[in-house]
């Protein structure tokens, strides 16, 4: 779950399937004169659909810490706790769409090493691995190799850049309670060795957007994201928690990613 306090005390959560769906979305719509169109097409915007499927237990029941009086947001969530969901959710995956799921099972384990190294920006650090999510990165290259073998390596590559770049323009407009400018290297542009740029957001009022190269199929693109917002960051207990969770209603934010180029501010 993505949890966020706004200044007014109060409690903005995001699913991670949600989160997904914007990201799904930003895929779906990308490609223009200047990027390429995904390929293989429908299953690389699958991928990016059910990319964080592993979390819908928690969504079906979100964690409380009785400690703190607070829900966790999904950043300080042990990993290892959900191993099983992952396994899960990669199965899942892979009997639908194999090539989805080698996506998915690849963003899984890149986010525990970093992306892989293969983004620039934002920059990420190894971590310290727990022992049983490093036997569970073990398994899973070992599943995503033997699956590889079947796909030209160039292609996929590029599509897991892909996914992670749409997984940070998602996670821009999910997590930031106010937006900055954010810059993402390598974009790839199309499958080619070395076709990529460095592309920057930077907002120009509200929830507007101007994104520089523009990567989308329309001048502007609107991205609704789904949320709850609760009256408050704290509560007795995990009772309380989950009936103000299920009472709020959803709600629907737009954000508008905007091509410089047009003049449209």
């Known amino acids: ?9 109060s409690l903005v959560m995001i699913t991670q399937n949600d989160h997904a769906k914007a990201a799904g979305f930003c895929a779906k719509h990308w490609g223009n004169a200047r990027f390429a169109k995904p ?30 009086c607070r829900t966790p947001n999904y950043l300080t969530v042990a990993n290892e706790s959900q191993l099983a969901e992952y396994k899960w959710a990669n199965d899942w995956v892979y009997r639908v769409d194999r090539y989805a799921g080698l996506l998915v099972s690849k963003h899984r384990t890149g986010i525990w090493n970093a992306r ?16 049983s999510i490093q036997e569970h990165i073990a398994i899973s290259h070992e599943e995503q190799d033997a699956v590889a073998a079947d796909f030209e390596a160039r292609e996929l590559t590029t599509n897991y850049i892909l996914l992670q770049v749409w997984d940070l323009f998602s996670l821009y ?31 120009i009022s509200g929830r507007r957007i101007s994104v520089d190269p523009y990567p989308f199929d ?28 299920f009472a709020t209603p959803l709600q629907v934010a737009t954000f508008t990613f905007i091509d410089p180029a047009t003049g449209s501010h």
């Open 173 to 203: 407009i999910c997590s930031n309670e106010s937006l900055k400018e954010e810059s993402y290297d390598p974009v790839p542009t199309g499958y080619a060795e070395g076709a990529a740029v460095v592309m920057r957001l930077k907002p």
């Open 116 to 131: 892989y190294g293969l983004m620039r920006l934002p920059q990420y650090k190894l971590r310290n691995l727990h022992p």
């Open 1 to 9: 779950m993505i949890v966020r306090q706004d200044p007014d005390g």
């Open 218 to 245: 329309q001048p502007s693109l609107d991205i609704n994201v789904v949320y709850r917002r609760l009256p408050t960051a704290m509560f007795q207990n995990e009772q309380a928690f989950l009936e103000s969770y």
């Open 39 to 68: 390929k293989p097409y429908e299953s690389t915007i699958r991928a990016a659909f059910l990319h964080d499927l592993p979390w819908l237990r928690e969504e079906a029941c979100p964690l409380f810490d009785p400690q703190t």
